[in-house]
């Protein structure tokens, strides 16, 4: 009856520890899911920043002060998805935008009122890619 009793323990333990191994393995895929979610759905609000940013340029006779908003608002955006992620392309691309933006921002404190939006497009369109699973 010892015996029983022992190996009904080992059993109950193995189980709890099997339960916890799987646990914390839907965990950590959920956080990864979730992260994603969150590159994907900060993308595509940069996507619209990016969008907003290009009218604002075309309208900055109307209204200069848009174009500075614009840009703060990618940047804002820019610093979500550097916080929340680790995967290095992300990183890359979140890097290659800010740097687009950053001259974009350069380009029209120094009174340019047509900059080349170009690269902040494709860097967008690069971070949207890295960011779809």
Same mark, same amino acid.
Do not use: W
């Given at each position: 009856? !010892?015996?029983?009793?022992?190996?009904?323990?080992?059993?109950?333990? +193995?189980? +709890?520890?099997?339960?916890?191994?799987?646990?914390? $393995?839907?965990?950590?895929?959920?956080?990864?899911?979730?992260?994603?979610?969150?590159?994907?759905?900060?993308?595509?609000?940069?996507?619209?920043s990016v969008t907003d940013l290009?009218? +604002?340029?075309? &309208?900055?006779?109307?209204?200069?002060?848009?174009?500075?908003?614009s840009i703060a608002s990618i940047?804002?955006?820019?610093?979500?998805?550097?916080?929340?992620?680790? &995967?290095?392309?992300? /990183?890359?691309?979140?890097?290659?935008?800010?740097?687009?933006?950053?001259? *974009?921002?350069?380009?029209?404190? /120094? !009174?340019? &009122?047509?900059?080349?939006?170009?690269? *902040?497009?494709?860097?967008? $369109?690069?971070?949207?890619? *890295?960011?779809?699973?």
């Amino acid at each position: 009856m !010892g015996a029983n009793r022992r190996r009904g323990h080992r059993t109950t333990i +193995a189980t +709890a520890l099997a339960a916890v191994a799987l646990t914390t $393995g839907l965990t950590a895929g959920c956080d990864a899911v979730g992260t994603a979610l969150d590159c994907v759905q900060t993308a595509d609000t940069i996507a619209d920043s990016v969008t907003d940013l290009q009218q +604002a340029v075309e &309208n900055t006779a109307d209204d200069p002060t848009r174009t500075s908003q614009s840009i703060a608002s990618i940047e804002n955006n820019l610093d979500r998805i550097g916080d929340r992620t680790d &995967n290095a392309d992300v /990183n890359k691309a979140v890097d290659d935008l800010r740097k687009a933006v950053a001259n *974009v921002r350069t380009a029209v404190d /120094n !009174g340019d &009122n047509t900059p080349d939006l170009s690269p *902040v497009t494709d860097a967008a $369109g690069e971070l949207t890619k *890295v960011c779809t699973p």
